[in-house]
Each structure stands twice: as C-alpha cells, then as structure tokens.
C-alpha cells in the first residue's frame, strides 16, 4: 500500500512558478513510476508527466513540455513538479499518482494509487 499526499498548490499569477510536492508512505517508493496529472473544472482528468522509477526518464505532455520539470528523490521518498511560466489554462486540480507501468503511465487506468490533488490556480 502506498499513500500519497501531494503539497505545494495555490493562487499564482500568470507568468508565475509553483513547485508541488508528492510525499509516499512505505518502502516501495522507488518500485513505482511516478505521473502528474490534472483536472481542470468540467474537464477530464489528463496527464501532465511521467518519471521511471530512477528517475533517468521522463516525459511530458505537450502542453507543459519546456515550462514544467518533474523529478523525483528516492531517499525522500518525494517526487516533485517545477511549474515555470504558468498560465491561466495551467488552473486544475493537481494529483500525484504511482503505477508500476512507466510504459502505460499516461492512462488513468494503469494508476495504482492517487493522491488527494492540490488546487492550483492561475491567475491573469
């Protein structure tokens, strides 16, 4: 069981940076990939980032890829989202998710476990 709670969201202007957090319980940390996804009001929730389990590959959708940075520190058992140069489409409920499939870690399917979402907001 791994249980995740994420940190870090709020209101920032256009143009801005928020760093979120994701904190893991348990010992298995590292067995995981790690995604980001988000779900903006009315709409589906979508991927935003993937890192593999060493954090040697990652993967963004288009929409972030060049102003949002995922990375992870195995000893911490944190995986972190840098957001740089945020805009008002960025607005969503940020959740942290653990899938033991890096491959298929774009799929809300394939998720293991979710964290709670952190609201981040954007302002013009």
């Known amino acids: 069981q791994v249980q995740l709670v994420e940190s870090g969201g709020g209101l920032v202007q256009a143009g801005g940076s928020l760093r979120l957090s994701c904190a893991a319980s348990?010992?298995?940390?590292?067995?995981?990939?790690m995604v980001w996804f988000r779900q903006a009001p009315g709409k589906e929730r979508e991927f935003v980032a993937r890192?593999?389990?060493?954090?040697?590959?990652?993967h963004y959708a288009n929409s972030v890829k060049g102003r949002f940075t995922i990375s992870r520190d195995n000893a911490k058992n944190t995986v972190y989202l840098e957001m740089n140069s945020l805009k008002r489409e960025d607005t969503a409920v940020y959740y942290c998710?653990?899938?033991?499939?890096?491959?298929?870690?774009?799929?809300?399917?394939?998720?293991?476990?979710w964290g709670q979402g952190t609201q981040v907001t954007v302002s013009s």
């Open positions: 890192i593999s389990r060493s954090g040697g590959i990652t």
């Open positions: 998710a653990a899938t033991a499939r890096y491959d298929l870690a774009t799929m809300k399917s394939q998720v293991d476990y």
């Open positions: 348990g010992r298995t940390f590292s067995s995981y990939a």
